[in-house]
């Protein structure tokens, strides 16, 4: 059975600093993994996608990277901003493509 | 595109009550499932479908009913609710294209009480 581990499991940043949020999963056999943000009462907002073929995705300050042989993922946020503040989710997709294993979550603070 | 809707974003329920949570995609998706987030548990995955008329178990299905009559829906229906079931529910769909991300609705908040 597939597992992710999400570490740390909370964070508090000073405004503008890097950070790295680290992901680990226990089945090397993943399709892609794909991180998630999700705010207070709110549902899931899709950050970035990595294919199981790739080594690492950028979407503005957010930058993922891949590592299936160690089974690990990190995002990097660059510059924080208050506005990072949020839950941030790892899953990967299992067989067939039809399945996320989601992790139990990274919440930041990210303070003024 | 209204993307993934859910109806409706707060229940309360008595035990033993049965309920229908609504779920609806309007981008032609195929696979479409039902998560559960509880604290500290993270998100689990209830039910999934691949498309319309095929429906799957996921991790934690006990408790819980589905059925794809059409590629938009996917309801859940609990069908004797218990206090275990207090929860925030998750629909979430997306297309069959490998690359293709997964889209999620807001969310219905059930309590049992």
């Known amino acids: 059975k597939q597992e992710v581990t999400q570490i740390p499991a909370a964070l508090s940043v000073p405004e503008g600093e890097n950070l790295v949020l680290n992901c680990s999963f226990t089945?090397?056999?993943?399709?892609?993994l794909q991180w998630f943000r999700q705010d207070p009462g709110k549902g899931l907002t899709s950050l970035l996608l990595?294919?199981?073929?790739?080594r690492e995705q950028t979407s503005g300050r957010l930058n993922a990277s891949l590592d299936k042989s160690s089974g690990r993922s990190t995002l990097y946020i660059a510059a924080s901003q208050p506005g990072d503040s949020a839950t941030y989710l790892c899953?990967?997709?299992?067989?067939?493509?039809?399945?996320?294993?989601f992790g139990k979550g990274t919440m930041l603070l990210v303070s003024p | 595109n209204a993307g993934v809707t859910q109806t409706p974003k707060f229940q309360v329920l008595k035990t033993g009550q049965s309920m229908t949570l609504q779920c609806a995609q309007d981008?032609?998706?195929?696979?479409m499932s039902w998560y559960r987030q509880d604290p500290g548990m993270g998100l689990r995955l209830i039910h999934y479908?691949?498309?319309?008329?095929?429906?799957d178990q996921g991790e934690v299905p006990n408790g819980y009913n589905v059925s794809r009559s059409t590629t938009e829906d996917f309801p859940l229906r609990l069908l004797s609710a218990a206090p275990s079931q207090t929860s925030v529910y998750f629909c979430?769909?997306?297309?069959?294209?490998?690359?293709?991300?997964?889209?999620f609705g807001p969310g219905t908040r059930l309590t049992v009480l």
């Open positions: 979430a769909s997306r297309s069959g294209a490998v690359a293709d991300t997964q889209y």
């Open positions: 089945d090397s056999a993943i399709y892609n």
């Open positions: 990595i294919q199981s073929s790739q």
């Open positions: 899953a990967v997709w299992g067989s067939g493509y039809s399945t996320l294993t």
């Open positions: 981008m032609n998706h195929e696979y």
């Open positions: 479908s691949v498309g319309a008329g095929i429906t």
